[in-house]
């Protein structure tokens, strides 16, 4: 199982790149946000790497950050979701806006994502609401692969979607406070509407 590769990068195109380690080439499919990272050709490059196996087939798919690497692997496990619409559904639109559509259950937003219909946005929701900030799975807010309390991921989660840490710890705060059970994915949807900017 290959986890990540570091070498020259030798050649790259909005969907793929192909990375030199020690004079191997491996052709390495990524999303829009990491092409959008890359340097350029014939510099050094570490990616990280799912690497995908079925009975005819091997292929890597290669991430920027660990963060988009963990969300990534929660939308493949939605029925319907393989790593290539997986990839598209990256590329469609940045993690953060993914997130809080995801959250917020806001399906419209999701459908607008090419090759997504409403039927595979509902399924979205409903499958990874809850998944996406499990504690005892690595962080799609930080990247982070320890094990975080509900009140950390749910902060974490409202940074990743651009509020300050200071205003997201405190609606964070007020809503544990008032429900202590909340799971993470409740307390980020209450304090986005909270929060609303």
Do not use: C, W
């Amino acid at each position: 199982m290959i986890a990540f590769l570091n070498g020259i990068l030798s050649s790259k195109t909005q969907d793929g790149l192909i990375i030199d380690v020690g004079g191997v080439g491996y052709n390495v499919e990524i999303s829009s946000q990491t092409f959008g990272t890359l340097p350029e050709p014939g510099k050094e490059l570490k990616i990280l790497i799912y690497h995908h196996f079925t009975d005819s087939d091997q292929r890597l798919f290669g991430f920027a950050s660990a963060k988009e690497k963990n969300l990534f692997e929660r939308l493949i496990t939605v029925k319907g979701i393989g790593p290539k619409l997986g990839l598209t559904i990256l590329s469609g639109m940045p993690a953060a806006n993914l997130m809080e559509a995801i959250v917020t259950q806001d399906t419209s937003a999701l459908s607008g994502i090419s090759g997504i219909g409403k039927k595979t946005a509902e399924r979205m929701v409903l499958e990874l609401k809850d998944k996406l900030f499990d504690e005892s799975q690595p962080s799609v807010a930080t990247g982070s692969t320890e094990s975080r309390s509900r009140r950390e991921e749910a902060v974490s989660a409202l940074e990743a979607l651009g509020f300050r840490k200071k205003d997201a710890e405190q609606a964070v705060n007020q809503i544990t406070a008032s429900n202590p059970e909340a799971s993470v994915s409740d307390v980020v949807k209450q304090a986005l509407s909270l929060m609303k900017r």
